[in-house]
Each structure stands twice: as C-alpha cells, then as structure tokens.
C-alpha cells in the first residue's frame, strides 16, 4: 500500500497562486511536495536534487521549445511519472505526449479539487496495477515495444507475443487482467482464438481488448459477439487507448472482488449456521411469535424429523406443554425471562429444561430469541447446579451476540435491499453497487470475527495450558464490546505486568472476567444516564501474584451483603434476570485453579473526579519458567 508521507511529488507552473493551491490540496492527502515557479530553475532543480521525485506535475505554457526541452530531459534523466498541465487545449499534441508515456492531462482552467482528485486517483492506480497483468499479442513487434514501454509506465506488468500459440501458453503460466489481441495475427484466426477462449470460460479470468486494421463493418460486431470487451480500429490514439486500457483493467478487477466478495458472504452465512447449529442447547428465533429459525439441537429435543415441522408454527404450537404463567411470560416483549419447565417430545419424552428468553430490536421488528438446555439427567443427579451456570453463561452470550449483531446485520440488510430496489428499477450504478457490496463485506467480516469469538468462548475442552492474561482480558472485551458501548460504559486498561502467563483453561478463565464485568454492567446501567460509567481493568504481578483488579464506580456493594455475594443462588437481581451462581461459580473456578478472589469497596480517580465502586482483585499464581 501506498505510503503517502513518502510520494514526493514536484509541481513545475509558473502561476505561483494557482501553484500554491494545487500544492496546499495534495498535501491535505498527505503527499509531500516540492514547488518550482520560475523556467531557469527546472532543469537545476531537478539535476541537482537528492529527492527522487515519483511524479512530476509539468505545466507546458512555455513555448514549444522550452515545453518540449523539459519535457525531454524529465522523460530521458529521470524515472519521474509525468502529468501534464496547461491553461488551454493543446490539441494534436496531447497525442504525442501520451505516446511517450505520460499519465494524464489536466486543463487548469478546471476546479483545483477535481485535478487533485483525479491526481490522487492516478497516483493510487498505479499501486493496485502492479497487481495487474497485460498480455498483448500482436503481429507487430513495433507496436508491442511501444505499448510495452507506455504501459509499463503506469505500473502495469507487460507480457508480449506475436503469436496466438506462444500467448496461449503465457495465459496458462500467468494470471492475467487484460489480453490486447490483434485481430490480423497469422497463425490463428483471431475470431477462433476468442471463441475457444469463450468455450474454455476464460473471460471469466480476464477482459480483451480487440485491435484491428480491418475495414469491414463486420469485424466489430463479430469480436464482440466472441466475447472481446472492447474494439479498436488501428491506427488509434494513444489517449484513447490507455483509457480503455484503464477502465477494462478496473472492470476485470472488480468482477474478480465481486466473485471473491460474493464467496465470501456465502462462508459467513455457512459459520453463523454452524455457529447456530453448535449451540450448547435448542435455539428457536421468533418474529411476531412465529419461529423463523432453529438449531439442529432444538429438532433433537422436540423429537421433530426436521427443521421444517418446526418453523412458521406458531410459539405455543411448539411450546405445548409449558405452564401458563410462563406462557404468559413468553409473551412479554419488553422484559427477559429465564425459568425451568417441562416439554414432552413427539415421542412421549418428558424432559425438564431451562428456559432462557430474550427480545431484541432488529431494523423496527422485535426478535424473540428463546435458548432451551434439556436438565432431565441434570435434575436426576443432582446437577442443577452447573447446568444453571451453563444457561446463564448462555444468556449473557445471546445478550452479546444481539448487541454484537445488531448494527452489522442492520447496514447488510440496508445494503442488500438498495441494491435489489436499484435493479427493480434498473437505476444500476456499477459503482454505487460496489461500494454496497463492499460494505455488505466488510460488515460479514465483522460477523465472521465475532463469531470466531464466540464459538472459542463456547469450546469445552478442559486442556491445562499456558494462558497469557492480558490477551485473555481483551478476547473478554471483545466478546461484550457492544454490550458495554450500547450503555455508554467506558473500559480503561493498564497492563503493567512484565509476564502476565498463568497455567489454566482459558475458556474457564473468560467465564471469571465475564462473570464480573457483566454483574458491574449490569450495576452500572441502573445509574442515571448522565453519570460516566467506568469499568477498570488492570494487571499488575509480584513475585508470587498475578493480580487482575476489575473496579468500577458503581456506588459499591452494599456492606451488609457483602460478605454473601460468593454463596450460591444468592442475587441481588430479579429472578428473571440473575440465577445467583456467577460469582459462586467465579469463586469455583479461581479455587480449583489455586487461585484467589477478594472484593472491598473504595474510591478511584479519573480526569481528576473521584469515583466510588466494587473492587474485585484476583490473585493468578505466577507460571515460572
């Protein structure tokens, strides 16, 4: 990629306001650029410069003589790229200019934003061409040299033939953009050679150019009806020429990315099926309270043949067997609920399971999002007690996967439905279409990496490894970022440990950080909306300690409970939201790992403004070397 501070870039003109202006609009992109005014300077300035220019902006309102001696010496001593500028139309010349390799022609009589812009858009071109390749087969070596030479000058890569036989094989050997074919080479008939191409699905790889001495009417209908892009009649102006060299490269580049894009979507849409399908229980997902889509694991338990006797049914067509108190609650749209029940199956199964509800706002539609974990076997060994602690975790995920999700989705379906309205209409801009396409990408990429979070949260293998704390503590952050954002909670981080490794499970390790920064969350947003929400996370180590401290300035637990928050089922939340095993389970977990968990009260400073909060610090012994 192009490193701006580094593009030099010499403006010759001697209209200092109009040289002042051209030079103050490139720097805002970040270019560095050197000014020459007077005639007598340019040759010495250039000669005697250590900078290498990468382009020369020249303005050729000299008189011929001069024009043409500047000219000459910048294409003949230097490696500069040239544009040209002038005040008036130079005609017939422009031609000869083009045919020595200069990039563009600009009239100063247009706006400086519009030069600048179309100079910055050159200037990035020649980057994305050297990714680019040029075949070129052509009876004509004079001509291939010369192409050669003004095409290699924009950066692009250049391979050359006269013969069909020799091209064929550069085309298998090379990854090609563009294939500028002569439509009189003699070892093949040109209009074969497309054909077969065509045959082979090549113009799916690459554009072609056709050239062609020919007179007959015909040869342009029938190279476009074999699949040629684009026609030439020879002989052609060089302007002409690299413009359409210019857009058919674009062209092919584009189609390419939207092969790539379109793949990629597709990949994207197959995790978050995956993602679904290995949810630790049944997932059922409800627009208007009809079921619009399911796990595999939700089939299992309803005892279903498929998915399809499962969606557009009705909520309590599935849910039959609930009680009605919970029917009722399933109902509610504003509010989360999370209980035990009963469903029998089609075959006449009982099973006890836990029932987790959530609504989320997608694009003005309420989704009801219902997780249900079978406990029979958990309920007959007396096991309640981490299968709860599962259906929590659980929940919280669903939670971040809402917030996560919402935005991203919304900008896809926005995207998608522009494009569909722009065909529907056929108003198709190829551009505009792009840049959906590209934010439609971007945005599935983004699912794509909450995803990998995800599904690494919810692995369950118990390997003992080494655990870097610090990486840990911000896999925690991204998994709940949009959780915290949506409440306007800031997170500060201080990471002063010289080696922040402990010897743990690291999905185990998760679990104890999200446990407490989801309880400070949910403190945090029942403050007035107006009161900076801070979460304060640090790792510092001493010679035996590992020591993560997690503060926020939530007003403190109250001291009478303080004592109780690690005993089980003990919540200071509504029985909907909260099951009281967090931070018994959190407390587990550090105990089982020789770990040690304290919480206290106190004050942290922030911008000068004292702040008053929970502290739990957690006590990691060091893994020594």
């Known amino acids: 990629m192009i490193n701006n501070k580094k593009f030099t870039i010499l403006i010759i003109d001697n209209n200092k306001d109009f040289n002042n202006k051209l030079s103050s609009k490139i720097e805002e992109y970040k270019f560095k650029t050197v000014q020459i005014f007077e005639e007598s300077e340019i040759i010495n300035c250039i000669k005697s410069s250590n900078v290498i220019f990468d382009l020369i902006l020249l303005n050729i309102d000299f008189d011929d ?24 139309d130079i005609g017939e010349k422009r031609e000869v200019y083009f045919s020595q390799g200069i990039l563009d022609y600009h009239l100063t009589s247009q706006k400086v934003n519009h030069i600048v812009d179309d100079i910055v858009e050159t200037i990035y071109s020649l980057y994305s061409n050297k990714k680019e390749t040029i075949l070129i087969i052509d009876k004509s070596e004079e001509l291939r040299q010369n192409l050669e030479k003004i095409l290699k000058q924009r950066n692009y890569n250049v391979l050359s033939t006269c013969s069909a036989k020799d091209g064929l094989e550069l085309l298998k050997a090379d990854t ?45 209908r029938d190279t476009l009806k074999r699949g040629a892009k684009d026609f ?26 939207n092969i790539e894009q379109k793949q990629e979507i597709e990949n994207n849409l197959k995790r978050f ?43 309590f067509d599935i849910f039959t067997d609930i009680s009605q108190k919970h029917k009722e609650e399933l109902l509610e749209d504003t509010v989360d609920h999370n209980f035990e029940d009963t469903i029998i199956s089609d075959d006449g199964s009982v099973y006890d399971v836990q029932i987790k509800e959530r609504n989320i706002l997608l694009e003005n539609k309420i989704l009801k999002i219902i997780a249900i974990l079978d406990i029979t ?41 522009g494009i569909k309205i722009d065909y529907e209409l056929d108003i198709v801009n190829k551009d505009d279409v792009i840049v959906e396409l590209d934010n439609i990408v971007e945005n599935t990429s983004f699912l794509s990496t909450t995803i990998e979070s995800f599904q690494n949260f919810l692995k369950t293998d118990k390997l003992i490894t080494k655990v870097n704390i610090e990486d840990t503590c911000k896999k925690t952050l991204a998994i709940i970022n949009a959780n915290l954002k949506a409440h306007n909670i800031k997170i500060l981080q201080e990471y002063s440990s010289i080696n922040p490794v402990i010897k743990g499970i690291e999905n185990e390790v998760v679990q104890v950080f999200l446990n ?27 010679e ?18 303080l004592a109780k928050i690690f005993d089980p089922y003990f919540t200071t939340k509504h029985q909907s939201q909260g099951t009281g095993l967090g931070l018994f389970m959190t407390h587990n977990i550090l105990k089982n790992m020789g770990a040690k968990i304290d919480v206290i009260n106190k004050d942290f400073i922030i911008d000068s403004i004292d702040y008053y909060g929970a502290s739990f610090s957690i006590y990691f012994p060091i893994y020594k070397l």
Request: glycine residues 4%; aromatic residues 6%.
């Open 65 to 88: 003589t001069t024009s043409t001696k500047i000219f000459e010496y910048i294409t003949e001593q230097t490696v500069s790229k040239v544009i040209l500028l002038s005040s008036e």
């Open 176 to 220: 090609i953009s563009l294939l500028v074919l002569d439509m009189e080479i003699t070892d093949i008939n040109a209009l074969d050679l497309l054909e077969g191409l065509r045959d082979m699905y090549m113009f799916n790889k690459f554009s072609v150019l056709a050239l062609s001495e020919n007179k007959n009417p015909s040869i342009v």
């Open 232 to 257: 030439l009649m020879k002989p052609y102006l060089y302007e002409e020429f690299l413009l359409k060299i210019d857009i058919l490269v674009h062209s092919s580049r584009q189609r390419i990315i």
């Open 273 to 315: 099926k995956e993602l679904l399908d290995s949810s630790i229980g049944g997932m059922f997902i409800f627009e208007n309270n009809i079921c619009i889509n399911c796990n595999n694991e939700a089939v299992n338990i309803l005892g279903k043949e498929s998915k399809e006797t499962i969606l557009q049914k009705q909520i």
């Open 377 to 417: 076997d958990v309920k007959k060994h007396e096991k309640v007690l981490s299968e709860q602690t599962k259906m929590a975790s659980m929940g919280e995920m669903i939670g971040n996967i809402a917030h996560q999700w919402r935005q991203p989705l919304t900008a896809i379906s926005v995207a998608a439905g």
């Open 516 to 542: 407490i920064i989801n309880n400070a969350t949910d403190v945090l947003k029942t403050l007035d909306v107006n009161y900076p929400r801070y979460i304060k996370l640090s790792i510092v180590n001493n």
């Open 544 to 561: 035996e300690y590992l020591i993560v401290t997690i503060h926020d300035n939530g007003q403190g637990i109250p001291k009478e409970i």
